[in-house]
């Protein structure tokens, strides 16, 4: 099956400041990726679409201010959580279709912590 | 949008029995998934199965897409299987974005 890489899997940071996510797909490319975010015990909910030399498209109610996207390669998507509160904190993880039934492949995951 | 629900929420079987999850969807898919959670959060791919019946192992699915739902068969039951069993579909239309169920919390204890 095709893989897909985070980076890094587990984050810490203060209040206020930025984290960077990176999604990469290692064997294949992908002009659409997927964000979610993952609270404890809860299910994935998606967050936003990634495309690839155009602007993300985001799912109702999350900020596009607050959570950047850059889908700036066919292998690379990049989340930006910008001014991070503890709220915030979650586990992120991202995917992206293949093949030609476009299975989707997820990544490892991101578990961020703002303190 | 399109719902999908999950059942049971929460199982917990003896080592070696068999089990079945049930995923319900409200409107028609193009795709359904299933995925197992591991305890480190991997969601790690069972099944891509629209339609029609597939075995991989010990574990097997069948969707019928005409009603609207899909089961996940796991056979003799072992601790490894622990963890939250994930059905996902993508909508017609929907442009691969995939919805998930809440998800089925299954322990298997030896």
């Known amino acids: 099956g095709a893989v897909v890489s985070q980076h890094p899997s587990w984050v810490i940071c203060k209040s206020g400041t930025s984290v960077k996510i990176e999604c990469r797909s290692l064997?294949?490319?992908?002009?659409?990726m997927f964000w979610y975010r993952q609270f404890p015990k809860q299910s994935l909910m998606l967050m936003a679409t990634?495309?690839?030399?155009?602007?993300?498209?985001?799912e109702q109610g999350v900020e596009k201010d607050k959570f950047l996207i850059n889908h700036a390669s066919l292998t690379l998507s990049t989340l930006t959580v910008t001014s991070a509160h503890p709220e915030d904190s979650s586990f992120y993880i991202c995917?992206?279709?293949?093949?030609?039934?476009?299975?989707?492949?997820f990544g490892p995951g991101t578990r961020l912590t703002v303190t | 949008g399109i719902q999908v629900e999950q059942s049971p929420p929460d199982l917990i079987l003896q080592e070696g029995a068999n089990s079945t999850l049930r995923c319900n969807f409200s409107?028609?898919?193009?795709?359904l998934q299933w995925f197992h959670q591991n305890p480190w959060g991997q969601l790690i791919n069972l099944f891509y199965?629209?339609?029609g019946t597939k075995q991989n192992g010990r574990l097997s699915a069948t969707t019928v897409a005409t009603e609207r739902y899909s089961l996940l068969y796991i056979s003799s039951s072992q601790t490894t299987d622990s963890g939250v069993y994930f059905c996902a579909v993508e909508p017609v239309n929907a442009g691969n974005m995939l919805t998930f169920g809440g998800g089925t919390r299954l322990m298997v204890k030896p």
């Open positions: 064997d294949f490319q992908a002009t659409t």
């Open positions: 409107d028609s898919v193009n795709n």
């Open positions: 990634s495309n690839e030399g155009s602007k993300a498209t985001y």
């Open positions: 995917s992206a279709p293949a093949g030609g039934t476009y299975e989707q492949y």
């Open positions: 199965i629209p339609s």
